[in-house]
């Protein structure tokens, strides 16, 4: 089975930082990661499908790229609201895997 | 809107079964597949299985394969995960979750666009 690999798994930034998260499929699956954002007592939130493709109603800070084996998710401007565990998933094929998280707090 | 609602908590002992429902509303739920998500405390997301009722088919996660089971009624579209054999590691909020590919049209993407609100399984003896 292909692993999801993300990085950071924890990451600590000021209000407006520009923050990037990284995840790597250990093998080639096109453009068919999704980013979701999971906050404490909350349901998760798809933000990003497609590797770049921004869901509807999510704020135009987030924005995914990549493609193959290498994607990241970078927030432009950070906010307070924006602290939450960030997870990768692959979709290409099933299992249907999650990357392992990062932890996103202000500081 | 579509909306997906999923069965109260459970409190099960080691070794029994416990099955988890997911009603759908909105949508055409015989469309698009019904994904199983959980999350044990302190852990990150794990994916399942899902069931793509178009096709009437089921692909699981090497985790549980041989212990999940999930299925559903299109007729009530209701969608179930049961897992077998209980231990206290399977202690987790189960989500059910819409992946937004759409089978009938074979347009659309993998992700999961919309969620249950989570179901607490607790395993303890």
């Known amino acids: 089975d292909i692993q999801m690999t993300q990085s950071p798994s924890s990451l600590s930034a000021s209000v407006g930082d520009r923050v990037t998260i990284t995840c790597r499929a250990s093998?080639?699956?096109?453009?068919?990661l999704a980013w979701y954002q999971h906050k404490p007592g909350q349901v998760p939130n798809l933000l990003i499908y497609?590797?770049?493709t921004l869901q509807s109603g999510v704020p135009s800070r987030f924005s995914g790229s990549g493609s193959g084996t290498d994607f990241t998710l970078s927030i432009s401007s950070l906010q307070p609201e924006d602290v939450a565990t960030y997870y990768c998933?692959?979709?290409?094929?099933?299992?249907?895997?999650f990357g392992l998280g990062t932890k996103l707090e202000i500081k | 809107q579509v909306q997906l609602v999923q069965s109260g908590a459970e409190v099960k002992k080691p070794g029994s079964s416990v099955k988890v429902s997911c009603k759908a509303s909105?949508?055409?739920?015989?469309?698009?597949?019904v994904t199983w998500v959980r999350q044990a405390p302190g852990q990150g997301l794990e994916w399942m299985g899902r069931?793509?009722?178009?096709?009437?088919?089921?692909n699981y996660a090497q985790n549980f394969q041989g212990r999940v089971t999930i299925t559903a009624d299109t007729s009530t579209s209701t969608a179930y995960m049961e897992l077998s054999s209980l231990r206290s590691d399977d202690t987790a909020v189960y989500y059910c979750?819409?992946?937004?590919?759409?089978?009938?049209?074979?347009?659309?993407?993998?992700?999961?666009?919309?969620w249950g609100q989570g179901t607490p399984v607790t395993v303890s003896s």
């Open positions: 979750a819409r992946e937004g590919f759409h089978w009938l049209v074979m347009s659309g993407h993998g992700g999961f666009d919309f």
């Open positions: 909105g949508g055409t739920f015989r469309n698009y597949s």
């Open positions: 069931f793509i009722p178009f096709l009437n088919i089921a």
């Open positions: 093998q080639g699956i096109t453009n068919s």
């Open positions: 497609d590797a770049s």
């Open positions: 998933q692959k979709y290409d094929r099933a299992p249907y895997t």
